[in-house]
């Protein structure tokens, strides 16, 4: 029983058949809240071999897992039937799964043990944007196996934010399709003149946003150390219980069920949800109608002097804090709070550098 909702990507979902039909390689560009991420793998299983098999490439294994089983939803089933994931220590897969849902070392490590992928007849790279090394290893691997053993696989990369035209042209003149998302309005309120820490900031923010707005607040911060001294902050100025308000971290290292509670709807507390960039993309969490951004994320960048990757607290990029804004207006006009002013949003780089141009190599060539 596939879902009655439409998104916008059902628009062009013809015209992306066509072109894998006629071309190996594929960009759709598609901003947050188009559908891809679930609507594109669905829609193109009727137009491969019998049999075959779609492996789409999620970063984050909350998302990886959160898309496998909204589609076998769609489908009427459960995760592991027609649709199924493979992620670090947990896999639902059958020998009836068609798509599967897998991320970025599983495939890698996939393509180690079946170099030419027998059996499978599309490889989706989803939110290709964020650049991981993974990403671009599994990609250039992909390539390879199409060039050498497979030229029947055909390749699909899909993006909200990155420019296309480079990608496009490595893809050998790919042809590039472009969907139009579905946000509603999102208003913009800076925070610049917050002073003290960031747990103060964020703190005194959410307090704000909390008597200002209704529905479900995310905020976004640089790791998990900034989320448990928010977290510590909020609950010294605010009495949850009181106000009827459920506290939830989200990163990458928190236990699986505990991402889930955070995703899933409160059905009578207001939700906040403090959380990494793992939020940014891919993730619906649902009832989320205010985003307090904090302006920084977290990454690895090589430092000369030690010859090793450490992890570095720098500004957020542009299209990152346009994505983070975005979340707010997924299922109604939202709000958005900046703990930055308007200057320096428009200071920040227009996009993130990808992993490959400021890690250390070295994991990368020895796979």
């Not at 090589?302 to 804090?321: F, K």
């Amino acid at each position: 029983m596939a879902s009655k909702t439409t998104y916008p990507i059902d628009n062009v979902l013809p015209q992306l058949k066509d072109a894998l039909l006629r071309r190996p390689a594929v960009v759709l560009h598609a901003p947050p809240g188009a559908g891809k991420t679930t609507r594109v793998p669905l829609a193109l299983l009727d137009t491969l071999p019998s049999k075959s098999k779609i492996v789409m490439l999620e970063p984050r294994r909350i998302a990886a897992v959160s898309a496998a089983r909204w589609m076998a939803k769609c489908l009427g089933e459960e995760a592991g039937q027609t649709v199924g994931y493979a992620i670090r220590f947990d896999s639902r897969i059958s020998e009836k799964t068609r798509i599967e849902v897998v991320t970025e070392g599983v495939l890698t490590r996939r393509i180690q043990a079946d170099p030419g992928l027998e059996g499978t007849s599309l490889v989706i790279f989803d939110e290709f944007h964020e650049r991981s090394l993974h990403a671009d290893l599994a990609l250039t691997l992909c390539m390879d196996i199409r060039k050498e053993l497979r030229q029947d696989l055909k390749l699909l990369v899909m993006s909200a934010t990155l420019e296309t035209g480079p990608l496009a042209e490595l893809l050998g003149s790919a042809p590039v399709i472009s969907s139009t998302g579905r946000t509603f309005p999102v208003e913009e309120r800076y925070l610049g003149g917050l002073q003290g820490p960031l747990a103060e900031r964020v703190s005194a923010a959410v307090r704000t946003a909390l008597r200002e707005t209704a529905g479900d607040m995310l905020v976004f911060l640089p790791g998990a150390g900034e989320i448990r001294s928010c977290a510590q902050a909020l609950k010294s100025a605010v009495d949850l219980s009181e106000n009827a308000l459920s506290l939830h971290p989200l990163f990458g290292d928190l236990p699986f069920e505990e991402q889930e509670r955070a995703i899933l709807p409160s059905k009578d507390r207001r939700k906040i949800v403090l959380a990494t960039n793992i939020a940014e993309t891919s993730l619906t969490i649902e009832g989320v109608q205010v985003v307090v951004d904090s302006g920084l994320t977290r990454v690895l960048r090589y430092d000369p002097a030690s010859g090793m990757n450490r992890l570095m607290t720098v500004p957020s990029s542009r299209s990152s804090a346009e994505q983070r804004k975005g979340r707010a207006g997924r299922l109604g006009p939202g709000v958005c709070y900046r703990l930055y002013d308007k200057i320096t949003f428009q200071s920040m780089p227009e996009h993130s550098p990808p992993e490959i141009t400021t890690s250390d190599l070295s994991s990368l060539v020895l796979e």
